[in-house]
Protein backbone atom coordinates (compact mmCIF):
# COMPACT_ATOMS: atom_id res chain seq x y z
CA UNK A 1 0.00 0.00 0.00
CA UNK A 2 0.94 3.48 -0.72
CA UNK A 3 1.58 6.66 1.65
CA UNK A 4 1.24 10.13 1.43
CA UNK A 5 1.74 13.17 3.13
CA UNK A 6 -2.04 14.54 1.79
CA UNK A 7 -1.68 17.34 4.36
CA UNK A 8 0.32 20.16 4.61
CA UNK A 9 2.17 20.86 8.14
CA UNK A 10 5.50 20.30 7.61
CA UNK A 11 7.78 22.81 9.77
CA UNK A 12 10.02 23.61 6.76
CA UNK A 13 6.68 24.66 4.90
CA UNK A 14 5.79 27.69 7.70
CA UNK A 15 7.07 30.22 5.91
CA UNK A 16 4.57 29.73 2.72
CA UNK A 17 2.63 32.62 2.62
CA UNK A 18 -0.93 30.39 2.45
CA UNK A 19 -1.66 26.93 3.12
CA UNK A 20 -3.49 25.74 -0.06
CA UNK A 21 -6.17 24.00 2.42
CA UNK A 22 -6.97 26.78 4.52
CA UNK A 23 -5.74 30.40 2.70
CA UNK A 24 -7.16 33.02 4.96
CA UNK A 25 -4.77 35.31 7.04
CA UNK A 26 -5.99 34.62 10.97
CA UNK A 27 -5.95 37.76 13.38
CA UNK A 28 -5.48 37.51 16.93
CA UNK A 29 -7.16 40.18 18.91
CA UNK A 30 -4.99 42.82 20.16
CA UNK A 31 -2.21 41.44 18.07
CA UNK A 32 -0.52 42.62 14.64
CA UNK A 33 0.91 39.35 13.73
CA UNK A 34 -1.26 37.57 11.26
CA UNK A 35 -0.92 33.71 11.54
CA UNK A 36 -2.32 31.44 8.82
CA UNK A 37 -2.18 27.49 9.00
CA UNK A 38 1.31 27.78 7.20
CA UNK A 39 2.64 29.73 9.65
CA UNK A 40 1.02 27.88 13.10
CA UNK A 41 2.84 24.59 14.35
CA UNK A 42 1.52 21.93 13.04
CA UNK A 43 3.68 19.37 12.74
CA UNK A 44 3.96 16.53 10.24
CA UNK A 45 3.64 12.22 10.39
CA UNK A 46 4.55 9.76 8.60
CA UNK A 47 1.23 8.28 8.34
CA UNK A 48 -0.73 8.34 5.15
CA UNK A 49 -4.00 7.25 3.55
CA UNK A 50 -4.14 3.82 2.11
CA UNK A 51 -4.85 3.34 -1.66
CA UNK A 52 -6.66 0.70 -2.96
CA UNK A 53 -5.40 1.81 -6.28
CA UNK A 54 -1.63 0.93 -5.68
CA UNK A 55 -1.69 -2.50 -7.41
CA UNK A 56 -5.04 -1.73 -9.64
CA UNK A 57 -4.99 -2.80 -13.30
CA UNK A 58 -7.55 -0.89 -15.71
CA UNK A 59 -7.19 0.32 -19.02
CA UNK A 60 -9.03 2.88 -21.18
CA UNK A 61 -11.37 0.23 -22.82
CA UNK A 62 -12.45 -1.25 -20.03
CA UNK A 63 -12.99 1.32 -16.62
CA UNK A 64 -15.16 -1.39 -14.51
CA UNK A 65 -12.60 -2.54 -12.34
CA UNK A 66 -12.27 1.39 -11.97
CA UNK A 67 -15.77 1.43 -10.80
CA UNK A 68 -15.39 -1.50 -8.59
CA UNK A 69 -12.75 0.08 -6.69
CA UNK A 70 -14.27 3.42 -6.21
CA UNK A 71 -17.19 1.23 -4.67
CA UNK A 72 -14.65 -0.33 -2.60
CA UNK A 73 -13.40 2.67 -1.33
CA UNK A 74 -16.47 3.92 -0.20
CA UNK A 75 -17.39 6.64 -2.93
CA UNK A 76 -20.70 5.51 -2.91
CA UNK A 77 -22.51 4.11 -6.18
CA UNK A 78 -23.73 7.51 -7.57
CA UNK A 79 -20.25 8.89 -7.49
CA UNK A 80 -18.52 6.01 -8.35
CA UNK A 81 -20.39 6.26 -12.04
CA UNK A 82 -19.77 10.04 -11.96
CA UNK A 83 -15.82 9.35 -11.53
CA UNK A 84 -15.77 7.12 -13.88
CA UNK A 85 -18.15 8.63 -16.92
CA UNK A 86 -15.45 11.95 -16.46
CA UNK A 87 -12.49 9.55 -16.39
CA UNK A 88 -13.69 7.86 -20.09
CA UNK A 89 -14.11 11.70 -21.52
CA UNK A 90 -11.33 13.36 -20.43
CA UNK A 91 -9.17 9.91 -21.37
CA UNK A 92 -10.65 10.14 -24.67
CA UNK A 93 -9.88 13.97 -25.16
CA UNK A 94 -6.29 13.26 -23.68
CA UNK A 95 -5.87 10.36 -26.03
CA UNK A 96 -4.57 8.55 -22.64
CA UNK A 97 -4.58 5.12 -22.81
CA UNK A 98 -1.77 4.01 -20.55
CA UNK A 99 -2.49 3.03 -16.45
CA UNK A 100 -0.50 5.70 -15.68
CA UNK A 101 -1.86 8.43 -17.68
CA UNK A 102 -5.19 7.30 -16.62
CA UNK A 103 -4.11 7.34 -12.71
CA UNK A 104 -3.11 10.84 -13.20
CA UNK A 105 -6.55 11.77 -15.15
CA UNK A 106 -8.56 9.87 -12.09
CA UNK A 107 -6.41 12.01 -9.40
CA UNK A 108 -7.01 15.12 -11.38
CA UNK A 109 -10.72 14.49 -11.36
CA UNK A 110 -11.36 13.58 -7.91
CA UNK A 111 -9.19 16.67 -7.03
CA UNK A 112 -11.13 19.34 -9.17
CA UNK A 113 -14.51 17.83 -7.49
CA UNK A 114 -13.44 18.24 -4.15
CA UNK A 115 -11.69 21.53 -4.57
CA UNK A 116 -15.18 23.76 -5.11
CA UNK A 117 -15.77 24.43 -1.68
CA UNK A 118 -14.31 26.29 0.87
CA UNK A 119 -12.07 25.21 3.74
CA UNK A 120 -11.59 27.77 5.58
CA UNK A 121 -12.06 28.13 9.52
CA UNK A 122 -14.25 30.82 9.77
CA UNK A 123 -12.45 33.30 11.52
CA UNK A 124 -12.85 36.63 10.13
CA UNK A 125 -15.41 38.41 11.33
CA UNK A 126 -13.30 39.80 14.19
CA UNK A 127 -15.98 39.23 16.88
CA UNK A 128 -14.62 37.89 19.57
CA UNK A 129 -14.73 34.99 21.14
CA UNK A 130 -15.55 32.87 17.84
CA UNK A 131 -17.47 29.51 19.02
CA UNK A 132 -16.55 26.37 17.50
CA UNK A 133 -19.93 23.82 18.09
CA UNK A 134 -17.97 19.97 17.91
CA UNK A 135 -20.99 17.71 16.94
CA UNK A 136 -20.75 13.80 15.95
CA UNK A 137 -21.59 10.44 17.24
CA UNK A 138 -19.71 8.96 20.49
CA UNK A 139 -16.47 7.44 19.27
CA UNK A 140 -15.64 8.98 16.58
CA UNK A 141 -13.10 11.51 18.10
CA UNK A 142 -14.55 14.54 18.87
CA UNK A 143 -12.77 15.16 22.20
CA UNK A 144 -9.42 13.86 20.58
CA UNK A 145 -10.10 16.38 17.62
CA UNK A 146 -11.15 19.06 19.61
CA UNK A 147 -7.95 18.77 21.75
CA UNK A 148 -5.64 18.89 18.55
CA UNK A 149 -7.31 21.99 17.18
CA UNK A 150 -7.19 23.75 21.10
CA UNK A 151 -3.04 22.34 20.94
CA UNK A 152 -2.70 23.95 17.18
CA UNK A 153 -4.88 27.53 18.25
CA UNK A 154 -2.58 27.95 21.68
CA UNK A 155 0.77 27.66 20.15
CA UNK A 156 -0.78 30.20 17.59
CA UNK A 157 -1.27 32.28 20.64
CA UNK A 158 -4.88 32.33 20.64
CA UNK A 159 -6.37 31.92 24.11
CA UNK A 160 -8.79 29.11 24.24
CA UNK A 161 -11.59 28.24 26.54
CA UNK A 162 -12.95 24.39 26.75
CA UNK A 163 -16.61 23.57 26.99
CA UNK A 164 -17.69 19.94 28.29
CA UNK A 165 -21.06 20.29 27.31
CA UNK A 166 -21.58 16.37 26.92
CA UNK A 167 -22.64 16.08 29.92
CA UNK A 168 -23.92 12.98 30.33
CA UNK A 169 -20.76 10.86 30.18
CA UNK A 170 -18.62 12.04 32.63
CA UNK A 171 -15.74 10.02 30.31
CA UNK A 172 -16.24 12.73 28.36
CA UNK A 173 -15.78 15.40 30.89
CA UNK A 174 -12.52 13.64 32.04
CA UNK A 175 -11.20 12.94 28.74
CA UNK A 176 -11.44 16.87 27.59
CA UNK A 177 -10.07 18.00 31.09
CA UNK A 178 -6.42 15.57 29.54
CA UNK A 179 -6.88 17.20 26.87
CA UNK A 180 -7.38 20.63 28.45
CA UNK A 181 -4.32 20.67 30.06
CA UNK A 182 -2.41 19.24 27.04
CA UNK A 183 -3.37 22.31 24.83
CA UNK A 184 -3.09 24.60 27.42
CA UNK A 185 -6.65 25.89 27.14
CA UNK A 186 -9.03 26.49 29.89
CA UNK A 187 -11.78 24.21 30.73
CA UNK A 188 -15.54 24.90 31.40
CA UNK A 189 -17.62 21.51 33.01
CA UNK A 190 -20.43 21.15 34.86
CA UNK A 191 -21.03 21.91 38.59
CA UNK A 192 -22.77 18.57 38.74
CA UNK A 193 -23.35 15.19 37.09
CA UNK A 194 -26.06 15.39 34.31
CA UNK A 195 -26.14 19.63 33.94
CA UNK A 196 -27.91 20.54 31.44
CA UNK A 197 -25.68 20.49 28.47
CA UNK A 198 -26.79 24.40 27.52
CA UNK A 199 -25.66 25.67 30.08
CA UNK A 200 -22.18 24.61 30.43
CA UNK A 201 -22.50 26.19 26.84
CA UNK A 202 -23.44 29.24 27.87
CA UNK A 203 -20.94 29.61 31.03
CA UNK A 204 -18.16 28.68 28.81
CA UNK A 205 -18.70 31.80 26.23
CA UNK A 206 -19.24 34.14 29.43
CA UNK A 207 -15.82 32.72 30.98
CA UNK A 208 -14.17 33.87 27.33
CA UNK A 209 -15.90 37.14 27.43
CA UNK A 210 -15.07 37.76 30.85
CA UNK A 211 -11.46 36.89 30.21
CA UNK A 212 -11.43 38.46 26.53
CA UNK A 213 -10.09 35.11 25.30
CA UNK A 214 -10.63 34.40 21.29
CA UNK A 215 -12.16 31.23 20.83
CA UNK A 216 -14.36 28.86 22.53
CA UNK A 217 -14.93 25.60 21.89
CA UNK A 218 -17.96 23.10 22.96
CA UNK A 219 -17.77 20.01 23.00
CA UNK A 220 -21.53 18.36 22.28
CA UNK A 221 -23.42 14.63 22.76
CA UNK A 222 -23.62 12.30 20.40
CA UNK A 223 -26.50 10.49 20.69
CA UNK A 224 -28.16 9.86 16.96
CA UNK A 225 -30.10 6.64 17.92
CA UNK A 226 -32.66 9.58 19.16
CA UNK A 227 -32.49 12.58 17.01
CA UNK A 228 -35.52 14.60 18.08
CA UNK A 229 -33.46 14.43 21.90
CA UNK A 230 -30.16 15.44 19.86
CA UNK A 231 -32.37 18.48 17.84
CA UNK A 232 -33.72 19.69 20.97
CA UNK A 233 -30.06 19.87 22.49
CA UNK A 234 -28.53 20.87 19.96
CA UNK A 235 -30.83 23.70 19.12
CA UNK A 236 -31.05 24.97 22.73
CA UNK A 237 -27.62 25.27 23.00
CA UNK A 238 -27.31 27.17 19.98
CA UNK A 239 -29.92 29.78 21.83
CA UNK A 240 -28.37 30.11 24.86
CA UNK A 241 -25.04 30.83 22.82
CA UNK A 242 -26.29 33.05 20.72
CA UNK A 243 -27.49 35.44 23.15
CA UNK A 244 -23.80 36.03 23.92
CA UNK A 245 -21.83 35.49 21.42
CA UNK A 246 -22.04 34.03 17.34
CA UNK A 247 -21.50 30.90 16.63
CA UNK A 248 -18.52 30.60 13.71
CA UNK A 249 -18.15 27.00 12.80
CA UNK A 250 -20.51 23.80 13.70
CA UNK A 251 -17.80 20.93 12.82
CA UNK A 252 -19.14 17.58 12.58
CA UNK A 253 -16.61 14.41 13.12
CA UNK A 254 -16.55 11.48 11.14
CA UNK A 255 -14.63 8.56 11.65
CA UNK A 256 -13.43 7.76 8.03
CA UNK A 257 -13.33 3.70 9.03
CA UNK A 258 -17.10 3.52 9.03
CA UNK A 259 -17.53 3.95 5.57
CA UNK A 260 -20.67 4.31 4.20
CA UNK A 261 -22.31 4.96 8.39
CA UNK A 262 -20.33 8.00 7.92
CA UNK A 263 -22.30 9.32 5.37
CA UNK A 264 -25.73 8.62 6.48
CA UNK A 265 -24.00 10.04 10.46
CA UNK A 266 -23.62 13.03 7.77
CA UNK A 267 -26.67 13.22 6.52
CA UNK A 268 -28.41 13.13 10.05
CA UNK A 269 -26.16 15.89 11.69
CA UNK A 270 -26.65 18.16 8.70
CA UNK A 271 -30.51 17.71 9.48
CA UNK A 272 -30.37 19.12 13.04
CA UNK A 273 -27.08 21.03 13.02
CA UNK A 274 -26.27 23.35 10.76
CA UNK A 275 -23.11 21.78 9.54
CA UNK A 276 -20.48 24.35 7.90
CA UNK A 277 -17.50 22.11 7.87
CA UNK A 278 -16.30 18.08 8.06
CA UNK A 279 -13.57 16.85 10.45
CA UNK A 280 -12.38 13.31 8.90
CA UNK A 281 -10.53 11.21 11.85
CA UNK A 282 -8.58 8.39 11.49
CA UNK A 283 -7.87 8.65 8.17
CA UNK A 284 -4.55 6.93 8.37
CA UNK A 285 -6.13 4.19 8.99
CA UNK A 286 -8.19 3.04 6.01
CA UNK A 287 -8.15 2.18 2.78
CA UNK A 288 -11.91 4.02 2.12
CA UNK A 289 -11.26 7.53 1.98
CA UNK A 290 -13.75 7.92 -0.81
CA UNK A 291 -16.14 8.59 1.92
CA UNK A 292 -14.47 12.21 2.01
CA UNK A 293 -15.84 12.99 -1.50
CA UNK A 294 -19.06 10.99 -1.41
CA UNK A 295 -20.30 13.53 1.70
CA UNK A 296 -18.84 16.85 -0.14
CA UNK A 297 -20.37 15.51 -3.13
CA UNK A 298 -23.91 14.47 -1.13
CA UNK A 299 -24.05 16.97 1.11
CA UNK A 300 -22.11 19.70 -0.30
CA UNK A 301 -20.16 19.98 2.70
CA UNK A 302 -16.83 20.91 2.77
CA UNK A 303 -14.48 19.18 4.56
CA UNK A 304 -11.97 21.00 6.54
CA UNK A 305 -10.12 19.45 8.89
CA UNK A 306 -8.41 15.94 9.09
CA UNK A 307 -6.95 13.62 11.82
CA UNK A 308 -4.34 11.58 11.28
CA UNK A 309 -3.64 9.85 14.17
CA UNK A 310 -4.16 9.67 18.21
CA UNK A 311 -0.98 12.43 18.74
CA UNK A 312 -1.83 16.15 19.55
CA UNK A 313 0.36 17.04 16.57
CA UNK A 314 -1.61 14.53 14.32
CA UNK A 315 -4.10 17.04 12.36
CA UNK A 316 -4.04 18.90 9.47
CA UNK A 317 -6.18 21.14 7.31
CA UNK A 318 -7.60 18.69 4.21
CA UNK A 319 -5.68 19.33 1.22
CA UNK A 320 -7.49 17.46 -2.05
CA UNK A 321 -4.79 17.73 -4.48
CA UNK A 322 -2.69 15.49 -2.05
CA UNK A 323 -5.81 13.45 -0.51
CA UNK A 324 -6.56 12.52 -4.75
CA UNK A 325 -2.68 11.44 -4.80
CA UNK A 326 -2.38 9.73 -1.94
CA UNK A 327 -5.12 7.87 -2.67
CA UNK A 328 -4.76 7.33 -5.83
CA UNK A 329 -1.26 6.55 -5.82
Known sequence: MS???????????????????????????GSDENLTPATLPVRSSKTGIRSLFATAKFDSSDLQSLEEILLQADF??????????????????????????????????????????????????????????IVGVNGAGKTTTIGKLSKWLTEGSWSVVLGAADT?????????????????????????????PASVAFEAVESAIAENADIVIIDTAGRLQNKTDLMDELSKIRRVIEKRAEI???????????????????????????????????LDGTAKGGIAFAIQSELG?????????????????????????????
Open 3 to 29: SIFFWRKKREEETTSKAEGNTQSLQRA
Open 168 to 196: FRAAAVNQLATWAERSGAKLIGPKSDGQD
Open 248 to 282: SEVLLVIDATTGQNGLAQAKAFAEVAQVTGIVLTK
Open 76 to 133: GLAASEKIVAEVKQQAKLAGASTESELKQILAEVIQAQLATASRELNLSSGKLPYVFL
Open 301 to 329: IPIKLVGVGEGINDFAFFDPKEFASGLVA
